[in-house]
Structures are given as structure tokens and as C-alpha cells.
């Protein structure tokens, strides 16, 4: 799906917002100043008023009477006023429509609009009921159309800008603010401790980045939820854990036999200290999520030191090997590998009956190193293969605390490998057997090497 980003969106919001104002600006303004220039109504009236009286006299015949009414209205009005008679003929023969041409006008009028930029006003011409007569008048400044009209002007140009600004801000403020809001009362609710709270349903149709830090919100909210899940689950298997050898230890006490109490409370405080140990690197590898990558590591050997302790570990055990000799492994960590490999050898060794075969190989594969180690024990429920590497898991019967362990050590297994820049996983052997295998990064091949027990 296509994304605007929120750069994107602000900029669009930004350019449509301001086209439509200059276009609504400049039609409100075209309009505004063609309502302003025309003649105010009541204006009119006086002027056609004028008219009358002037044709009032002009048809009594009485020239000074004209005179001095035309005298009076100037000083009046402090304007220029005329009274004209004009004739006009055809030069040549016209043949005229339907609206005879009856001489025309020698000013603006009254009808019309007035230039509102002009400093000077307009002559307006204003034909009589008597033709051929007409009362010339250049408009009084209290008749001047647009009085406020530089008001208007200036007020248009300045303070809506301004206030159309401020609208926008405001739906931009709000369009950011309302899943900034969300997310502070989802935070909150983290905060208290409602760690089920989801975000970005709510603003997943924005697509943009703040719909990516509600994703991220709630990916950290499920981190965290299972993180403490985690810990919670950690300490309540530890302290069930500690509790068997601590009860040992009571009744232990009660003997009377002193030597004997000696020696139970020493193996099981040797139980609770491997416990503790155990449970403590792995609570450092999950919240720390250490890289160990200062060592380098010849694995052939170190594989093949591991085997000839495990054969020695279990006699009876037929163990065999196939190594690649490679180029060292650099930017990983000795000790994790060993301890993790010796670790899944011992399972190994463990679950498989004493007349099966352990095998354990080397190979590259393409871009990754692979170390496989194969059992012939009973195998692992498929549903329960990715449940091995939870802290304290085990199952109920063959793979069960008889073995001798706490259900840490393929947790810490796969942790310390993926710490290493490596993965574990394990799978089904057919007919029967389990198949742990662990990928590290790429290393060059050299020769291979190919012992059997």
C-alpha cells in the first residue's frame, strides 16, 4: 500500500490550503469591489432629482434662473456642474435598429461602477426628459462610492491571512496531536500496568510515521509484556525448583547422623548453586542480549576435544565424527560454543541407549558453518520441539528431571549461539532420534577430517 509520508501530507495540506485561500481571496475581493463601486442608491435618487429640476428649467426658458441654480449646486457640492444641449445629426444616412440612436453620453452613468483607484471622481452624465439635454456632474466626494473600501482592502490583505494561518495551524496541531494523545493514554495504561493495550489499530489508516511509532509502541508493548511474563515464570520456576533441595535439607537436619547431613547438605547446596548460576547467565543473556564476538575459534578441534571428553564421560556410548577442518571462526566466543556444544552432546549421550550411535558433523553450507548432532533417543513431540528451549521446560517422561537436570540448558544453549551471531533449532531423526543443529557464520573450508569410534 502507498504511503504519504507525514512530510508529504503536511506540505499537500499546506499547498491546497493556501490555493484555495488565494482563489477564495481573490473572488471575495472581485466581488467586494464591484459591490463598492457602484453609486449608493439614495445617491441616485438626488442625482435623477437634479435632473429633474434642471429640466424643470431648462423647459421654463429662463437662462439666468439655469444660471444661478447651476451656480448654487457647484458651491454647493463643491463640484463642477454643466447643463449642455447637444444635437447631434448623421454625417451620412444610417439605418439604426430597433433602439434608435439618440445622441449618447459625454460622461459616466450613474448605472455604471466608479473606478475605486482613481483619485479623481468621474464626470457623471445624466440625460433629461427634454432631448438633446443633459446635466453634467462630476461626482461630490459624499456620493464617492467604496468609502471604506481601503479598509477592507487592507484588512483582506492582512488580517485574513492571519486568521485563515491560525486554521490551519490549528487542524494541523490537531490532525498531529490526536494520536500523540492516544499514544500518551496508551503509555499511561502501560504505566499502570495494562500491558494488553493496542495503539495501532487506531491509527493505521494514516500510513505515514506516526502509524509506524504505533506499530513499533506495540511491538515494544508486547516485548515488554513478554519479558515480564519471562520473569515471572523464571522466578516462580526457580523458587519451585529451590524448594526440593531445601526441604532435603530440613529433613536432612533431623538426622542424628552427622556425617550424613554433612554430605546431603553439600551435594544439594552443589544443586541450588548450579541452579542459581544457570538461572542467573540466562536472566544476563535475555536482558542484556550480549554479542560475544571477542574470540576466535578453531571449531575442528575444539568439536573433537568435546567428543574425546564425552567418550570418556560415557564408555559405553558409540560417538563418531565428521569434521571439516575450517578456517578459525573470528568475532564469536570460545567458552559459549564449548559450553553449548558440550551441552548437546551430553543430552545426547543422555536420551540415546547405550547400543545406538551419537554422530556429530561439520559442514560448510553455503553462507552458513553447520554442526549437526544427532541422537537415537525417543525424540521430541513435534508440537513441543520449539518448547525445549523455554527456561524450565521438561517433559513429563522421558526427558524428566530422572535425567538430572533443570530444564535450563538448551535455553541457555540457544542463547549463548545466538549471542555468538548463530541459530539452534532441532528436528526429528525417522525412525526415531532428534537432530540439533546450529548455523554460525560463514567460514572457508580447508580439509576434512573423518574419525569413527
Not at 41 to 56: C, F, V
Not at 186 to 198: L, N, V
Not at 374 to 381: K, V
Amino acid at each position: 500500500m502507498f504511503k504519504l509520508r507525514l512530510f508529504g501530507k503536511i506540505n499537500l495540506c499546506v499547498a491546497v490550503f493556501i490555493t484555495a485561500f488565494y482563489w477564495l481571496l481573490t473572488e471575495v475581493n472581485n466581488a467586494a469591489e464591484t459591490q463598492f463601486s457602484y453609486i449608493a442608491e439614495k445617491h441616485i435618487k438626488q442625482l435623477k432629482e437634479l435632473a429633474t429640476q434642471a429640466n424643470t428649467i431648462v423647459n421654463s426658458g429662463d437662462r439666468e434662473k439655469l444660471q444661478h441654480w447651476k451656480d448654487q449646486l457647484s458651491q454647493k457640492e463643491n463640484t463642477l456642474v454643466a447643463v449642455i444641449h447637444v444635437d447631434i445629426k448623421d454625417t451620412v444616412a444610417t439605418q439604426w435598429d430597433s433602439t434608435p440612436y439618440d445622441g449618447g453620453y459625454f460622461g459616466r452613468p450613474i448605472q455604471y461602477p466608479i473606478h475605486l483607484y482613481h483619485s479623481e471622481n468621474p464626470l457623471m452624465d445624466i440625460p433629461l426628459a427634454t432631448k438633446g439635454y443633459h446635466l453634467l456632474i462630476r461626482l461630490p466626494q459624499r456620493m464617492r462610492p467604496g468609502a471604506f473600501w481601503n479598509e477592507l482592502y487592507f484588512i483582506s490583505r492582512t488580517f485574513l491571512p492571519i486568521i485563515f494561518a491560525m486554521l490551519v495551524s490549528y487542524v494541523l496541531y490537531r490532525y498531529l496531536l490526536s494520536p500523540i494523545q492516544k499514544l500518551e493514554r496508551a503509555t499511561r495504561r502501560y504505566a499502570e500496568g495494562d500491558f494488553g493495550t493496542k495503539i495501532y489499530p487506531k491509527v493505521a489508516h494514516r500510513q505515514d510515521e506516526i502509524s509506524d511509532l504505533a506499530n513499533s509502541f506495540d511491538d515494544m508493548g508486547e516485548k515488554v509484556s513478554e519479558a515480564i511474563a519471562q520473569q515471572r515464570q523464571l522466578i516462580q520456576d526457580i523458587s519451585h525448583e529451590l524448594r526440593t533441595p531445601l526441604a532435603r535439607i530440613q529433613l536432612s537436619l533431623d538426622s542424628h547422623q552427622r556425617d550424613e547431613v554433612i554430605t546431603r547438605v553439600e551435594a544439594e547446596v552443589q544443586v541450588m548453586k548450579k541452579l542459581v548460576e544457570g538461572a542467573l547467565t540466562l536472566a544476563w543473556l535475555e536482558n542484556e542480549k550480549p554479542t560475544l564476538n571477542k574470540d576466535t575459534v578453531d571449531l575442528a578441534p575444539l568439536i573433537e576435544s568435546i567428543v574425546e571428553d564425552a567418550r570418556f564421560e560415557f564408555p559405553k556410548h558409540s560417538i563418531i565424527y565428521h569434521l571439516n577442518t575450517v578456517d578459525p571462526l573470528k568475532n564469536s566466543s570460545h567458552l559459549a560454543l564449548s559450553q553449548s556444544i558440550e551441552n548437546i552432546i551430553r543430552n545426547a549421550c543422555k536420551y540415546t541407549p547405550s547400543d545406538k550411535q551419537i554422530e556429530v558433523r561439520l559442514r560448510q553450507d553455503n553462507e552458513q558453518l553447520v554442526i549437526e548432532i544427532n541422537d537415537q533417543g525417543p525424540g521430541i513431540p513435534e508440537s513441543q520441539l520449539d518448547n525445549i528451549f523455554k527456561p524450565f521446560f521438561r517433559l513429563e517422561k522421558s526427558r524428566d528431571r530422572s535425567q538430572g537436570g533443570f530444564g535450563l540448558g538448551l535455553a541457555l544453549c540457544k542463547r549463548q549461539i545466538e549471542a555468538c551471531g548463530g541459530t539452534l533449532s532441532a528436528q526429528n531423526r525417522m525412525p526415531n532420534g532428534l537432530k540439533m543443529k546450529i548455523s554460525l557464520p560463514k567460514c572457508k573450508k580447508r580439509k576434512s577430517l573423518s574419525q569413527t569410534n
